[in-house]
T-cell receptor, first 111, second 114 residues
Framework: DVKVTQSSRYLVKRTGEKVFLECVQD?????MFWYRQDPGLGLRLIYF???????EKGDIPEGYSVSREKKERFSLILESASTNQTSMYLCASSWGVNEQFFGPGTRLTVL | GNSVTQMEGPVTLSEEAFLTINCTYTATGYPSLFWYVQYPGEGLQLLLKATKADDKGSNKGFEATYRKETTSFHLEKGSVQVSDSAVYFC?????????????FGKGTKLSVIP
């Protein structure tokens, strides 16, 4: 069974903390994505990567960075968390032009 | 740019009712179209897709037809069940654009009551 896993289901952090969200896929997919999901706004793409050490900005990259050192792992980094980054974060992976497989999400609260 | 517009929810239906969730799109090029579903507490999963005009995607009793003339991809099901309660997202992708990005609609929450 294909799988995308995320390091935490729920996370609570304080303003100004550095936050790491980890995503791992076991499908040998080339492409990986980070989205945030907010009520009334749907899913918005933060960053994506189509190869190891490659990254591309999505629609809302400000305040975020990413790292992809290995093919199966894609990390989202909040350098200095702020309250407006409280959200549900979803990771996904895909191979070429095919469906994206999603992880269960991490609900991040920044106090 | 590319965009997807879905009917706003929430939608509440009784069990065995007919479901339609409208989706229209704007795209440069010839998109592939998708419906994703998100059950409570879970990530998104692909429900169905269509890659060219007049294609019909179907899965689990749900159907959607790619209508190029009306730029639409409406989701339908003849008889909904309580287990269909979820959030439904319409999305598009432009093949060959090189970025493999999906553009999502805002989602429509469906609640089915017994």
């Amino acid at each position: 069974d294909v799988k995308v896993t995320q390091s935490s289901r729920y996370l609570v952090k304080r303003t100004g903390e550095k936050v790491f969200l980890e995503c791992v896929q076991d499908m040998d997919h080339e492409n990986m994505f980070w989205y945030r999901q907010d009520p009334g706004l749907g899913l918005r793409l933060i960053y994506f990567s189509y190869d190891v050490k490659m990254k591309e900005k999505g629609d809302i990259p400000e305040g975020y960075s990413v790292s992809r050192e290995k093919k199966e792992r894609f990390s989202l980094i909040l350098e200095s968390a702020s309250t407006n980054q409280t959200s549900m974060y979803l990771c996904a992976s895909s191979w070429g032009v095919n469906e994206q497989f999603f992880g269960p999400g991490t609900r991040l609260t920044v106090l | 740019g590319n965009s997807v517009t879905q009917m706003e929810g929430p939608v509440t239906l009784s069990e065995e009712a007919f479901l339609t969730i409208n989706c229209t799109y704007t795209a440069t090029g010839y998109p592939s179209l998708f419906w994703y579903v998100q059950y409570p507490g879970e990530g998104l999963q692909l429900l169905l897709k269509a890659t060219k005009a007049d294609d019909k995607g179907s899965n689990k009793g749900f159907e959607a037809t790619y209508r190029k003339e009306t730029t639409s991809f409406h989701l339908e099901k003849g008889s909904v069940q309580v287990s269909d309660s979820a959030v439904y997202f319409c999305a598009l992708e432009i093949p060959g654009a090189g970025s493999y990005q999906l553009t999502f609609g805002k989602g429509t929450k469906l609640s089915v009551i017994p």
